[in-house]
């Protein structure tokens, strides 16, 4: 059974490398991986990052454009007004604090800052024009470069207008597989999720998407999730474990182990293996001593500075991890 397995992952690796693609069992298969066969899968993921994706990595921070009281019932979600949680609640930011976090950002070689707001989505209007005021306002503040995570959008005429107001990458999660997600949400649905990322890719943005992970859902619906994913041809696909936040309907969820988070990363190296895997929210609470291993997992990106409504460790923290790791980071890396 031991070397069974063994074989799988080492088969599956070298298909993958060879420029195969998996599929949605084959991915499971992955997601199976426990005891000593974890580490011949870390072993082939990280080989399958080295080889397209080299020792460089991608560093992204987020501010939070405008906070709290949305109107949306994700269940994971501090800044659902359908709960109660610590927290804060505050208007779309004005031009100075978006100029300072992207000066921040640039002072720590971070290569993007991503404007993050907490509203279902934005549709024609004045709050689009004073959204894409602050992409102006980002674009032109520096070298970072300007993303946005804005909700859901309505049609292709908004995304062109952010995309005309200088943004790069706009981020919009599935959040988890469509079998899973009328038990997160029942506000909005996950066809409207891929409608929004269809007018991104309409537009010319690149998208940024993946799910976060501890919600409840089953490894079949993980492996669902990476091939929803390869089917979207997103560019970046951030991985969040759930940081249960006290108030929301998950506060109660057993955490995933650490083993089982770089599982589900080195699967989904497999499963996307030319595009950035980002480990985003969740890498400090849930993966406390074993965060270094994300990148021999597979990741090839990260998220640094604070997350949305919780504090991340300092950025020279990670940065010191990258360095240690022989891993490099800088301005001009774009994948
Ligand atoms: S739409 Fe976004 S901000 Fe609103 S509740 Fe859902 S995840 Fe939170």
């Known amino acids: ?31 199976q991986a426990e005891g000593a066969d974890t580490f011949d899968l870390l072993s082939w993921s990280n080989r399958i990052r080295q080889h397209f994706k080299g020792n460089r990595i991608h560093l992204c921070s987020i501010v939070n454009a405008k906070s709290g009281g949305c109107g949306e019932d994700c269940t994971f979600c501090a800044q659902s007004s359908h709960y109660e949680t610590a927290s804060p609640v505050y208007k779309f930011l004005d031009q100075k604090t978006v100029v300072e976090a992207s000066q921040t950002a640039e002072s720590n070689k971070v290569q993007a800052l991503g404007l993050v707001a907490a509203w279902r989505g934005l549709g024609e209007g004045r709050m689009l024009d004073q959204v894409c005021q602050r992409i102006e306002d980002l674009s032109q503040s520096g070298r970072v470069r300007a993303d946005a995570s804005l909700g859901l959008i309505e049609s292709q005429n ?12 706009y981020n919009h999660n599935l959040e988890t597989a469509s079998s899973f997600f009328d038990q997160i949400c029942t506000t909005h649905t996950h066809q409207d999720r891929i409608n929004t990322i269809q007018h991104c890719k ?4 690149r998208v940024c ?27 970046v696909v951030p991985l ?20 089982e988070i770089l599982t589900t990363i080195a699967a989904f190296r497999f499963a996307l293996p030319q595009k950035e895997i980002m480990v985003a929210g969740g890498r400090e609470a849930n993966l406390r001593d074993m965060q270094s291993m994300i990148f021999m997992a597979g990741a090839s ?35």
């Open 240 to 259: 969040n474990f759930l940081v249960r936040i006290e108030g929301t309907p998950l506060t109660d969820n057993d955490p995933l182990s650490p083993m």
């Open 301 to 335: 990106a990260t998220l640094v500075g604070n997350y949305l409504t919780t504090g991340g460790r300092s950025v020279d923290d990670d940065l010191q991890m990258l360095s240690d790791l022989g891993l490099e980071w800088d301005w001009n890396y774009d994948w």
């Open 1 to 31: 059974m031991y070397l069974n397995k063994q074989y799988i992952i080492q088969n599956l690796g070298q298909k993958v490398l060879d420029g195969h693609q998996l599929d949605c069992d084959q991915v499971l298969s992955l997601l």
């Open 209 to 235: 998407s993946g799910g976060i992970f501890g919600m409840g859902e089953t490894v079949e619906q993980r492996a669902e999730l990476a091939i929803e994913l390869q089917e979207l041809d997103v560019d």
């Open 202 to 205: 309409s537009a010319g943005l």
């Open 158 to 169: 908004v995304a062109q207008r952010l995309k005309e107001a200088g943004l790069s990458v």
